[in-house]
């Protein structure tokens, strides 16, 4: 089992263009680079296969629906659900998420609640507010401590009223994996959805929802080499069957009449107007690449890598790091006593470092921990052992230069 970081960074023209020879891309948790295939994937589309699907009998109408729903196949393979008919293209995880907040809760009673954790995305946060306002449902939330949900205390919190448990399979601020077998079997056979935001999970370990025995599944292509604007929700078919839809218009209708409509089969009924086809041309040209490479290798080096960075960081006095190199999705987050994040960030990023600073979308979870910001290095597969070590000897002088600084600006510290 051999994987190289240097080979496969090859297939990604963004690092052989010249002005990013020197760059080290350290914020893969927010997008990653795109190989070649899908960039070629993209004009591809335009250039040879450009109708809207579906509505048309025309070659290129025909030829585009073809890919469609070709991908659509290709993704349910991906996933592992039972049917492409399981398989929703959506813009990316926040609307995958919209959509099944709204469509879920629209049935439920006034009193019925929805189980979240604290460490949650504000894509899987914010939208079930929104809803709980609107259908008077109450949040709950899973047991954490300083910020991060026990998940083995769901039990605590779940009840005859719990009809939807919506959480991250992955936390894109820590980096941590859930423990989706423990979670499943503290769920039981209760009577209630399931919903997993895997946009994190999903662009490090394959995922196979029939194992995992979830309800609902959510991830962005962007997230795993593919293009922006284009994600998918698996959700179980007897469940997406008797479910109403989000957005009505075009597409999602079978027979439409002044006063009502009637909705297209699934998926259709939940995919209204026209998709980013360009994007899910992308996603198949993605798919087909993720197939090609040794998963576990990758997923080994991936591994080795935060690992290290964990290790390496660990040696630095005074730096706090809030990740754990347990069951890390290759996160590392920390703050430094002394030192502003975004001071930190800039300096890398005149080192051409690319990091991210702030709270990642994930304010609850922070602030519970006692932060407002951290910085946050997050790897993908072509990443390497030189990238790591160049950024821990950029924050390693930062450091040192810091402590040489006898008159730092004040407000400096503050941002821990
Ligand atoms: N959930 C998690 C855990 C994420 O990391 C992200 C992206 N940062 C999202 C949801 C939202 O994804 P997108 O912005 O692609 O819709």
């Known amino acids: 089992m051999h994987f190289s970081p240097e080979y496969f ?29 899908v960039i070629d994937a993209l004009r591809d589309f335009y250039l040879h296969s450009n109708a809207n699907t579906h509505r048309s009998s025309h070659r290129l109408a025909r030829r585009a629906t073809e890919m469609v729903e ?31 907040a709204n469509s879920l809760c629209g049935t439920l009673q006034a009193g019925d609640e929805v189980v979240l954790s604290t ?41 005859s009223r719990t009809k939807i448990v919506s959480v991250t399979a992955g936390s894109n601020a820590l980096g941590f994996r ?33 194992a ?12 795993f080499y593919g293009p922006t604007g284009i994600g998918l929700v698996f959700g179980k078919e007897e469940h997406l069957r008797s479910m109403p839809p989000w957005q009505g218009g075009g597409e999602m209708i079978a027979d439409v009449d002044l006063l009502s409509s009637a909705y297209a089969e699934l998926p259709h009924k939940f995919e209204a107007g ?15 690449f993720i197939a090609r490479q040794d998963r576990v290798a990758m997923a080994l080096h991936e591994q080795q890598l935060q690992q290290y960075l964990h290790e390496k960081l660990s040696q630095i006095s005074e730096l706090h790091l809030l990740s754990n190199p347990r069951h890390n999705l290759g996160i590392v987050s920390f703050t430094h006593p002394r030192c502003a994040a975004i001071d930190l960030a800039q300096w890398l990023d005149g080192r051409d470092i ?5 709270h990642h979308c994930a304010q609850p979870l922070l602030r519970a921990a006692g932060h407002t ?14 990238d790591l070590d160049r950024f821990v000897a950029a924050v390693e002088e930062f450091l040192r230069q810091l402590d040489s600084d006898t008159d730092p600006e004040p407000g400096m510290a503050d941002m821990t």
């Open 9 to 37: 960074k090859t297939h990604f023209p963004l690092f052989a263009q010249q002005e990013n020879r020197n760059l080290v891309y350290l914020d893969n948790a927010a997008t990653t680079q795109k190989p070649a295939c």
């Open 70 to 100: 070709g991908v659509r196949r290709a993704a349910a393979g991906f996933l592992n659900a039972r049917s492409p008919r399981e398989i929703i293209f959506t813009r990316g995880a926040t609307e995958g998420l919209n959509l099944l």
């Open 119 to 159: 460490a949650e995305h504000h894509a899987n946060l914010v939208p079930w507010q929104m809803m709980a306002e609107r259908y008077g449902l109450t949040l709950r939330f899973v047991p954490d401590a300083r910020g991060i949900p026990q998940f083995d205390r769901i039990g605590e919190v779940l009840s």
């Open 178 to 210: 859930t423990d989706l077998a423990a979670l499943r079997a503290s769920l039981g056979d209760r009577n209630l959805y399931w919903v997993l935001d895997g946009a994190q999970l999903a662009a490090h370990d394959p995922v196979d929802v029939a």
């Open 212 to 223: 995992i025995g979830c309800d609902f599944f959510v991830c962005s292509a962007h997230k």
């Open 274 to 288: 026209t998709s980013s086809l360009a994007g899910i041309a992308g996603l198949g040209a993605c798919l087909e």
């Open 354 to 358: 690319a990091v991210r600073v702030g």
């Open 373 to 386: 910001a951290t910085l946050r290095a997050s790897l993908a597969a072509y990443n390497t052992r030189a």
